[in-house]
């Protein structure tokens, strides 16, 4: 798929007329299309399985295997698609984004909140996506980066921190400074093990870490290995990082 192709969408309900509703709101935004339809479960799986959808919209009460077991089966696959949950009861949110759903909509759905989704998980499946695409080139311990350049491929083991600022993020690695429009959410989620959030700003390369600092009043910092940087540790992720970083 090549960056102008619409994203190829599964909708999956039991009920006809929710199905016929979304796909006349998809039908409305630009760079998405309706690939299939499936009424359950099972269903669901076999035609992710033929039309290799881009994103999914699905239903959770479904007869037979409901909308969770179909995530939790998904997640197994090597390239699953982004899931996008669309129901009637908002008890089932937390559970939903323990399958690592990228959105939660309540019926009835609305187009700003679908546009907004879609988006959403497209975003965050364009760190797979790329992945597969420069497979030829990266291993899994490289990250592919679009730029006007093309496409650079940056060691995950090189990169000290990444920092958003506006609109964009830069990477700053050993080899220097890429910027890309991927977002730290989605580096974050992508590379749970390799980067670590210490701020809403900044995620920090975790093998590059020297040393977690307090000053007298309490604020933490990150000290690097290299360049003698050092970070600021948000109060928000402070208990988070003394965790990840405490020994054993």
């Known amino acids: ?136 080139e990266a291993s899994e311990d490289q990250l592919a980066v679009r730029t006007h350049r093309g496409t650079e491929l940056i060691e995950l083991a090189a990169i000290l921190y990444c920092e958003a600022d506006q609109k964009c993020v830069t990477i700053h690695h050993s080899q220097g400074e890429t910027v890309t429009d991927f977002t730290l959410k989605e580096l974050e989620q992508a590379y749970p093990e390799q980067l670590l959030r210490i701020h809403r700003q900044t995620l920090v390369g975790v093998r590059h870490i020297q040393a977690l600092l307090r000053d007298d009043d309490g604020h933490y910092r990150i000290r690097l290995r290299q360049q003698d940087t050092e970070l600021p540790v948000s109060r928000r992720h402070a208990t988070a990082v003394r965790q990840k970083l405490s020994p054993g």
């Open 1 to 136: 798929m090549t960056a102008s192709d619409p994203q190829r969408i599964l909708i999956a309900d039991d009920e006809p007329l929710a199905r016929e509703r979304l796909a006349r709101l998809v039908d409305r935004l630009d760079g998405y299309r309706v690939c299939g339809e499936s009424g359950d479960g099972h269903a669901t799986l076999r035609a992710v399985a033929e039309l290799e959808p881009d994103i999914l919209l699905l239903d959770i009460r479904m007869p037979g295997m409901d909308g969770m077991e179909v995530a939790e089966k998904l997640s197994a696959l090597t390239h699953p698609p982004a899931i996008i949950f669309c129901t009637a009861y908002d008890h089932y949110a937390i559970n939903a984004f323990e399958v690592q759903a990228a959105a939660y909509l309540l019926k009835p759905v609305r187009r700003e909140a679908l546009a907004d989704a879609l988006g959403r998980a497209g975003r965050i499946n364009r760190v797979q996506l790329q992945a597969l695409q420069v497979r030829s």
